[in-house]
């Protein structure tokens, strides 16, 4: 009778460990990792064009992000963006101005072309309107990359690389699809260099 109550109280207990235990690893498992993707503007500060001259100041990007979250408002997250490119183009005799200085391309298909990209690192502070809607504000910093091609019919083509780190801040929504997805929608503004890019993105979040 004492070894059938021993095995009853055994199986009882290993059905508790058994419930107990997701529940635990739920509770632990804060780490999250997502994809997004948006368009960008960059304020080139070129501010106005003659003739043929245009600016393309709109890209493509993405950005892949993974965070953890430390509590239900606080979250530390890192992350790579891609932010597209921006351009300028003209031909011979066609000016735009810069900074208030009225610049002149002395060739024709002229291109001034510059890619960004970045990685960084930045809190997140969110506020939960209920158990699916969440707001958050973001702030931290970027090491940033751009690679500026400069090409035209009677020039040779040259490039540059410049880099640096600055502050970026943002604000983004959080909806809720189950207990492993979350769609996100952020608007993010990146200082560069002199320059400022922005970023609207749309994506998905895998809760780990």
Known sequence: MENKKNVVLSVLGLSLALSISPLV?????????????????????????????????KGNGFKLSFGK??????????????????????NNGDTFVLNNTTWVFN?????????????????????????????????????????TTVSGSNISTASLTTTGTDLFYGLGYKYQLSDKYDITADYD???????????ISVGILYNF
């Open 69 to 90: 979250k430390i509590d239900e408002t606080i979250s530390i997250e890192g992350f790579y963006a891609d932010f597209g490119s921006a351009s300028l183009t003209g």
């Open 25 to 57: 690893q739920a509770e632990e498992s804060n780490w999250y990792g997502g994809i997004a993707l948006g368009t960008t503007t960059v304020d080139t500060g070129v501010t106005g064009t003659t003739g043929t001259a245009s600016v393309d100041d």
């Open 189 to 199: 503004i990146y200082n560069v260099d002199t320059e400022q890019l922005n970023m």
């Open 107 to 147: 060739t024709n298909n002229a291109s001034i072309k510059s890619t960004a990209t970045g990685v960084g690192a930045n809190a997140k502070f969110s506020y939960a309107f209920n158990t699916k809607s969440s707001i958050a504000g973001r702030v931290g910093l970027m090491s940033w990359n751009i690679d």
